[in-house]
Structure formats: C-alpha cells, structure tokens
Nanobody, 122 residues
Framework: QVQLVESGGGLVQAGGSLRLSCAAS????????MGWYRQAPGKQRELVAD???????NYVDSVKGRFTISRDNAKNTVYLQMNSLKPEDTAVYYC????????????????WGQGTQVTVSS
C-alpha cells in the first residue's frame, strides 16, 4: 500500500507564493518519476511539472520561470515552489509518482495523492 500526503495549498493573492509538498509512504521499494498535475473546474487534468530520479525536470509552458519542482529522495518527497501566482493557476493540485513496491515486483505503477486546493485571487 502506497500513500501520498499532500500539503501546502491555500488561498493567496496574485503575485504571491505557495509551496506544495507531497510525502510518499508505505510499501515503497523504488520511486522513478514524481510530478504535479492540476485540474481546474471544467477542465482536464494537466501535467504541471515532473522530475526524474536523477533530477531532470519538465514543465508546462504556462509555469516556466515561475514554478520549481524538486525532490528529496531520502524522504520520498516532492515539492512544488510556486511563485508569481496568477488567478489562472487556481486548481486542485495532485501529486503523482511512479513506483515499485518490492524488489521482486518489477511492475512500475502510478499513484496519486488526494489533491490540494490552490486558489489565487486577483
């Protein structure tokens, strides 16, 4: 069983900052990619940013230069530092990881957090 616990969402004014955290726990043997997705009302869920185990990062164009994803492999935790927030960043943000649960199970599976609300007021 793998659990993802997110924190750090909230209400902020435009131009402000928030830092999201997502800690993975449970039966985890190895984590590959970790990422953040978001879903605004009436829209499809989209990838915001992801990071490989080696630290390579990828961002959706709309957040480049404003958001920074990072991870602490020792803590199985991924972060999303969000600066210069805009009202259009308002969404539920979900953590996602690709993980193996044991050394004898070679299947990589993806796991999702419960989501954390980010609201940016104008």
């Amino acid at each position: 069983q793998v659990q993802l616990v997110e924190s750090g969402g909230g209400l902020v004014q435009a131009g402000g900052s928030l830092r999201l955290s997502c800690a993975a726990s449970g039966s985890i043997f190895s984590i590959n990619a970790m990422g953040w997705y978001r879903q605004a009302p009436g829209k499809q869920r989209e990838l915001v940013a992801d990071i490989t185990k080696g630290g390579f990062t990828n961002y959706v164009d709309s957040v480049k230069g404003r958001f920074t994803i990072s991870r602490d492999n020792a803590k199985n935790t991924v972060y999303l530092q969000m600066n210069s927030l805009k009202p259009e960043d308002t969404a539920v943000y979900y953590c996602n990881i690709w993980a193996r649960v044991s050394s004898s199970d070679y299947q990589w599976r993806d796991y999702w957090g419960q989501g954390t609300q980010v609201t940016v007021s104008s």
